[in-house]
């Protein structure tokens, strides 16, 4: 049984950084991706950037591009997300997602991922 738990939302001030980590056990399947999705008060989640089991070239949605890093540790089973430069609209709870179907352009859309953590809130203020 696939399980993804989020670890390291917290309270951070404008233009702060954070790094947030999914810990995942449980995958078989070869050809997969990892996502970090997000829920915007009022808003309907989003993916915000994505890795392929496969192949390093990463996606990142246009809002967060240059100010997020995601990347894997495979020893460590677990897929981070380096957040810099946070703006308030960034405040949102962060989701670790995986989907079954591998690497395609579904991977911006919600409803591909199979597999879900519990998520973490992170909000960032003044």
């Known amino acids: 049984q696939v399980q993804l738990v989020e670890s390291g939302g917290d309270l951070v001030q404008p233009g702060g950084s954070l790094r947030l980590a999914c810990a995942i056990s449980?995958?078989?399947?070869?050809?997969?991706?990892i996502g970090w999705l997000r829920q915007i008060p009022g808003k309907e989640r989003e993916g915000v950037s994505v890795?392929?089991?496969?192949?390093?070239?990463?996606y990142y949605a246009d809002s967060v591009k240059v100010r997020f890093t995601i990347f894997r540790d495979k020893a460590k089973n677990t897929v981070s997300l380096e957040m810099s430069h946070l703006k308030p609209e960034d405040t949102a709870v962060y989701y670790c997602?995986?989907?079954?179907?591998?690497?395609?352009?579904?991977?911006?859309?919600?409803?591909?991922?199979?597999?879900w953590g519990q998520g973490t809130q992170v909000t960032v203020s003044s």
């Open positions: 997602a995986v989907t079954s179907r591998g690497w395609g352009p579904w991977i911006q859309t919600v409803h591909a991922y199979d597999y």
């Open positions: 449980g995958i078989t399947m070869d050809d997969y991706a």
């Open positions: 890795i392929s089991s496969r192949h390093g070239s990463p």
